[in-house]
């Protein structure tokens, strides 16, 4: 496999959100959303099964229950589909974002250590779910847990309904 870096032929060079169902998004999720974008393309491994290498340009999407990775080379020529059910997601996701709304809230008024506790709480169930990810893909995509943990987050910024 080649190694971790932007020449890497075994990486997302590119990503594309379906947003058409997402609705108006707090300032706090917008910059989550922008920095998981940026941190991944700087640095990612991603290894569809059986590929001889991108780079890809990957389209994420959420279509009738279902998480869909569209991968594509760079050159948007398809590559291969990956859909996932959202159902073991559901759990995770709404207990992340039941603690991110009161992270956000803490930030404002509490106490460095209550924030430092719902923040170590709000890393754990995003560790849950990038874990999950992983497993979800297992035999389908390899990938390392920082990715996961990027394509985590942009599935919660997709999964937002408004």
């Known amino acids: 496999m080649d190694t971790l870096d932007g020449n890497s032929r075994y990486r997302i060079a590119g990503l ?13 999720v917008e910059h989550e959303r ?4 940026f941190d991944l393309l700087e640095e990612n491994s991603f290894t569809p ?12 999407a959420i279509e009738e229950n279902r ?20 159902s073991p997601f559901r759990k995770i996701i709404k207990d992340y974002f039941m603690i991110c709304e009161s992270y956000y809230d803490a930030i404002k008024t ?19 779910g990038s874990e999950l990810l992983k497993e979800r893909l297992n035999g389908k995509v390899e990938l390392d847990f920082g ?11 997709l999964h937002i309904k408004g």
């Open 16 to 28: 594309v959100l379906d947003e058409r169902t997402v609705m108006r998004r707090s300032p706090d």
């Open 34 to 37: 922008k920095v998981a974008i």
């Open 49 to 60: 099964q059986g590929s001889d290498g991108g780079p890809y340009l990957l389209h994420l």
């Open 67 to 86: 998480l869909v990775f569209d991968i594509r080379l760079e050159n948007s020529e398809p590559h291969g589909k990956i859909m996932l059910s959202l």
């Open 110 to 128: 509490a106490a460095p250590a209550q924030i430092e506790a719902i923040d170590m709480g709000r890393r754990g169930l995003h560790n849950e």
């Open 147 to 157: 990715t996961a943990r990027r394509l985590f987050t942009l599935i919660c910024v």
